[in-house]
């Protein structure tokens, strides 16, 4: 079975700088999908952005990009420019590739992002 | 679109009673999920369906919970009797194949509190 690790329980940042996020996962599949959601106070799930693992290409979104290390099945979240309303719980989650890609999802336990004005 | 619809939202109820959690996919989703949010334990998925069918319901903790899809457009999760230990966020998914990969689409989920 495939599990997702997030180290970092908490972590804060000044508004305006960056903030990278950490996720380490375990599987002996060769293809997945990666992904990060967002879980603001409000609690709906909202996905921020997502990663092939056939792609070498780094995902970007906006201010928001990731360093994709398949070797070491590693997924960090880079986030830049941070701002207020970027404080919320952040989720890395796997999905293997079985069922057509359409398999659920396997969250880590997620990192709690503080924003400093 | 309406997005993906739980009720309630919140439900408090008392331990030994039968609790009843419902969703409705966006409409022409084909895959529906249900998952369980805790501090403990994290977001677990519990149970998911493909055109109504259930196809893997391994995460299901036990046989307290039960969850049906009778149509495409709404599927319940049931617990009974309910537990102190069953106190969390349920929430509900849908997918569709779109742009080469299934987005999975949340819910706001359902607070549930068993006392």
């Known amino acids: 079975a495939q599990t997702v690790t997030q180290s970092q329980p908490e972590m804060s940042v000044q508004e305006a700088e960056t903030v990278t996020l950490s996720c380490t996962y375990d599987?002996?599949?060769?293809?997945?999908?990666l992904f990060w959601y967002k879980q603001p106070p409000s609690r709906q799930m909202i996905l921020v952005i997502r990663?092939?693992?056939?792609?070498?290409q780094n995902a970007t979104e906006n201010r928001f990009s990731v360093n994709f290390q398949k070797a070491a099945k590693s997924f960090s979240l880079k986030i830049s420019d941070s701002q207020l309303g970027d404080a919320a719980m952040y989720f890395c989650?796997?999905?293997?590739?079985?069922?057509?890609?359409?398999?659920?999802?396997?969250f880590g336990k997620g990192t709690h992002l503080i924003i400093q004005p | 679109d309406a997005g993906v619809i739980q009720s309630p939202r919140h439900e408090v109820t008392e331990m030994g009673q039968e609790v009843t959690l419902r969703c409705k996919p966006i409409?022409?989703?084909?895959?529906l999920f249900w998952y369980r949010q805790t501090m403990m334990r994290g977001l677990e998925l519990l149970i998911y369906?493909?055109?109504?069918?259930?196809?893997?319901d391994s995460g299901m903790p036990e046989d307290r919970f039960s969850a049906k899809m009778p149509n495409a457009s709404f599927s319940t999760l049931k617990i009974q009797p309910s537990e102190p230990r069953d106190s969390a966020v349920y929430f509900c998914?849908?997918?569709?194949?779109?742009?080469?990969?299934?987005?999975?689409?949340f819910g706001p989920g359902t607070r549930l509190t068993v006392t």
């Open positions: 990663q092939e693992a056939y792609k070498q």
């Open positions: 409409s022409g989703h084909d895959y």
């Open positions: 369906f493909n055109n109504n069918v259930p196809i893997d």
């Open positions: 599987t002996s599949e060769s293809d997945y999908y």
């Open positions: 989650a796997y999905r293997s590739p079985s069922g057509g890609g359409a398999d659920g999802l396997t």
């Open positions: 998914a849908s997918s569709l194949w779109t742009s080469g990969y299934y987005e999975q689409y």
